[in-house]
């Protein structure tokens, strides 16, 4: 774990696209690790049944982390006063930015475009439109995603509750947190790595987190690739604010996504999860992930179920 700032934490331009091109070249297309065995042995993981959201509520309400928040009305009744005899239905509707910084969501592989290509250099301005994506859209994951999900809490490894804005979660860590908490990230896994960034939300109130948050370190995505890992999520946006990264704002996003097609879940919630898997000595589950059918859609708000 450590602080963004100078120093060796930082990495120039051309050792991000050194790491890029090595873990483009290693990757094997995160989804397809995931096979029928690989489904089978998570069922094997469910002890107690119990089930367990990762989601955060859908936030309404303007904050320092979001200006524009979902919008959420009633539609019918009319004006909310419902007629006092006969039937009628109560309906209602919702309006959101897919990606913001507080909703939990999933990328599509279609949401990054690095230097004018998507994903697998796939032209971007051939596959996006007004009308959505053609290609990598959320409806690769149409099916849902169901796997091996393996929580690892960076906080908890270093005695504290939250790690800092600005905090670099790094392979170390990563490698620690796994030896910790008894448990091993292997081909297939979904992981979810938590720093904290919801409970430090819920507890001081929001912040702007364009400019400070705790997330990943570019290297740590070597980790990722090594385990070959098929869906990473935290409970904040995975990269960490200010960059590690000169000229690269968002470079774990670079890399999972555009790099090596790993999906992405930003801003989850593991406060819920966090403690069972502590009492129970348990820190892998079966996971189910269900994005909305949205044709041609760059993401999906999403709520992730662990179940133990």
Same mark, same amino acid.
């Given at each position: 774990?450590?602080?963004?700032?100078?120093?060796?934490?930082?990495?120039?331009?051309?050792?991000?696209?050194?790491?890029?091109?090595?873990?483009?070249?290693?990757?094997?297309?995160?989804?397809? !690790?995931?096979?029928?065995?690989?489904?089978?042995?998570?069922?094997?993981?469910?002890?107690?049944?119990?089930?367990?959201?990762?989601?955060?509520?859908?936030?309404?309400?303007?904050?320092?982390?979001?200006?524009?928040?979902?919008?959420?009305?009633?539609?019918?009744?009319?004006?909310?006063?419902?007629?006092?005899?006969?039937?009628?239905?109560?309906?209602?509707?919702?309006?959101?930015?897919?990606?913001?910084?507080?909703?939990?969501?999933?990328?599509?592989?279609?949401?990054?475009?690095?230097?004018?290509?998507?994903?697998?250099?796939?032209?971007?301005?051939?596959?996006?439109?007004?009308?959505?994506?053609?290609?990598?859209?959320?409806?690769?994951?149409?099916?849902?995603?169901?796997?091996?999900?393996?929580?690892?809490?960076?906080?908890?490894?270093?005695?504290?509750?939250?790690?800092?804005?600005?905090?670099?979660?790094?392979?170390?860590?990563?490698?620690?947190?796994?030896?910790?908490?008894?448990?091993?990230?292997?081909?297939?896994?979904?992981?979810?790595?938590?720093?904290?960034?919801?409970?430090?939300?819920?507890?001081?109130?929001?912040?702007?987190?364009?400019?400070?948050?705790?997330?990943?370190?570019?290297?740590?995505?070597?980790?990722?690739?090594?385990?070959?890992?098929?869906?990473?999520?935290?409970?904040?946006?995975?990269? !960490?604010?200010?960059?590690?990264?000169?000229?690269?704002?968002?470079?774990?996003?670079?890399?999972?996504?555009?790099?090596?097609?790993?999906?992405?879940?930003?801003?989850?919630?593991?406060?819920?999860?966090?403690?069972?898997?502590?009492?129970?000595?348990?820190?892998?589950?079966?996971?189910?992930?269900?994005?909305?059918?949205?044709?041609?859609?760059?993401?999906?708000?999403?709520?992730?179920?662990?179940?133990?």
């Amino acid at each position: 774990m450590t602080a963004s700032g100078t120093g060796p934490d930082e990495m120039s331009e051309a050792d991000f696209q050194s790491l890029y091109d090595d873990l483009r070249s290693t990757a094997l297309g995160a989804l397809a !690790t995931i096979g029928h065995e690989q489904v089978l042995a998570a069922i094997r993981e469910i002890h107690s049944g119990r089930t367990v959201s990762l989601a955060a509520p859908v936030n309404t309400q303007p904050a320092a982390d979001d200006a524009e928040p979902a919008e959420h009305w009633l539609t019918a009744p009319a004006d909310g006063n419902p007629d006092p005899s006969g039937l009628q239905f109560a309906r209602d509707r919702i309006a959101m930015n897919i990606h913001g910084d507080v909703d939990s969501h999933i990328d599509a592989l279609c949401h990054v475009i690095y230097n004018g290509t998507m994903h697998d250099g796939v032209p971007a301005g051939e596959a996006l439109s007004p009308g959505g994506a053609s290609e990598e859209s959320i409806d690769l994951v149409g099916d849902g995603i169901v796997g091996r999900g393996v929580l690892l809490d960076i906080p908890r490894l270093h005695g504290v509750p939250w790690l800092e804005p600005g905090t670099h979660v790094t392979l170390a860590d990563l490698a620690a947190a796994e030896a910790r908490q008894g448990v091993q990230v292997g081909r297939g896994d979904i992981l979810f790595v938590r720093v904290g960034h919801r409970r430090r939300r819920d507890e001081l109130g929001p912040w702007d987190v364009a400019d400070a948050r705790a997330g990943l370190h570019p290297t740590a995505l070597g980790f990722m690739a090594n385990r070959q890992v098929a869906v990473l999520g935290s409970d904040g946006n995975n990269d !960490t604010a200010p960059s590690a990264t000169r000229g690269v704002a968002f470079p774990v996003h670079v890399l999972a996504i555009h790099a090596m097609g790993l999906h992405l879940l930003d801003y989850l919630q593991f406060e819920d999860l966090a403690p069972l898997c502590a009492r129970e000595g348990q820190w892998s589950f079966l996971c189910v992930i269900a994005p909305l059918r949205l044709p041609g859609a760059t993401g999906s708000p999403v709520n992730p179920i662990a179940i133990l």
